[in-house]
């Protein structure tokens, strides 16, 4: 009844004006929506029904078809299980750099300060370019390590913006009772203010995780190896460059089947890759408005 | 960094940095009076020029909105599914994207035509920019959502008991909730216009639609790592980071000479 009311509080033009407004944020549902369904459908359908005519939702001639190809292609786990361990250990190493080179930033009796602010804010927006980092990797000897994929963007200033906003918030009085209680630095840092930080790492945390996971120009360039690519650069064959895993297709016998099969295999491909973060996401929700409005205040 | 130095050098790997030849500004000279240069600066500068102009205002639009949704179990899933784009891959937006405009894809199936979009270069942009507000809008929306619900709820009180109408309410409640908000993201953005990503550019670049979809970072990779001519492409990007600096400290001046001396 509520809701009702404060609706009929609006002159009919501000009506108007609010109807206009919801029916184009119901657009672009719908338009996020549609594509994400269509995709679903697909993955389920016979190749050539649906070069032919689409989709449709003859339920009983759906099959598992695709999944059960593209699932039994190693080369996908072998991806899954990269990114993985990518995504993991550069999550724990870059949110870790991040909350420990914050800490100093943060307060107000640290001398070098300013210095170190000078030094981040450049690297923000100046670096050495594609081919002196390439160089630099390749003289570390990193090419074909999962260390050229994880170092090089593991430290972000304008993730250590965020966290050292985010510790300045925290009001001193626990500082002062932390020393009152005779707690060093240490043990201030870890037991007290790392606690009180959790929506803010868990933002930043969810931040690095999905940027390797979905990134892939790093991996192209360093790394060559089959065996340590990881999923996006197998994604990256099946649906960009048109070239299926071997094994996927290659029973079949003529090149239209061929064809029509590995535009089927690539909509369950889809389906298989994009499922962990979009289902993981929806956890990390209500951390979203404080963890992102703590640090971009500021600036 | 100090590879940056490689720019000015006849870069030769055996050699390292400390023996190469210096050439001074010989590979800047070369890009810059290219016939190419023009093209990859104007490709570069459209897309997100453009990019900025249809993507800046959607979340802002789609915050306002929000915002008047009063039941907050309707927002909550709003939201839900205004930010799960934002968790698809690159490439696997720009796979989605392939396969819906290729010619037995879905669009050409729905209008019963057989047009290649991905072949055509006046498509580029708008598929380039379509896509990124599909992907994106939601999810920066949020920043701004967030801002509003720390608006004023006494003006708002006031601005309702003055029976103000919706633009009256954005201007005097809303808007100044966000302002600071929106210049922080017009400044960041507009200052880097020049770093257009790599990545997408890339996955959506076909032999054929060249013509717009090559820009300065996609010319960089194929100079540098694929033709091996490491002392070019190391010029060509550093021209692309100073020309990027400049815009930042030059934005940052404008907005803050218009916004009462606050910039970043």
Redesign the interface.
Known sequence: MK?KS??A???T??KA??LT??I??GL??I???I??I??IV?SFMDPVTL?N???TFDFDKWTVTAYQRVMSNSQIWIGFKNAVVYSIVFTVVSVFLTLLAAYPMSRADFKGKGFFNTIFVI?M????????????ISNMHLLDSMWAIILPGAFSVWNMIIARTYYQGIPGELREAADVDGANEMVYFFKILIPVCTPVIAVLALWQF?AM?????DAM?YLNDSAKQPL?LV??S???QNQPESGMISDMQSTAERAQLA?LL??A??II??LP??VM??FF?KY??SG??AG??K? | MGGILIAFQEYNPFKGILGSEWVGFRYFERFLSSPDFMTYLGNTLKLSIYGLLWGFPMPILLAFLLNRIESTGIKKKIQLVLYMPNFISVIVLCGIVRIFLSVTGPVNLLFGSQINFMTMPEAFRTIYIASGIWQGAGWASIMYTASLSNASQDLKEAALIDGANIFQQIKAVEWPAIKDMVVIQFILQAGNIMSVGFEKAYALQTDLNMGTSEIIATYVYKKGLLDGDYSFSTAVGLFNTVINVILLVAVNKIVAKMNDGKGL
Do not use: H
């Open positions: 809701k404060k609706f509080r609006y002159s033009q501000d004006l609010l407004g919801y184009l944020l672009f549902v338009a996020i929506i594509p994400m269509y995709i697909a070069q005519k689409g989709i690297t927006f100046f670096g050495g370019g594609l081919i002196p980092t390439y160089l630099l999905v996971w979905n990134s892939y120009f360039i996006q994604l990256r099946i649906l960009i535009e690539k909509y491909t889809i890759s994009s973060l979009l996401y929806p929700q979203f408005d992102i409005m971009s205040v600036g």
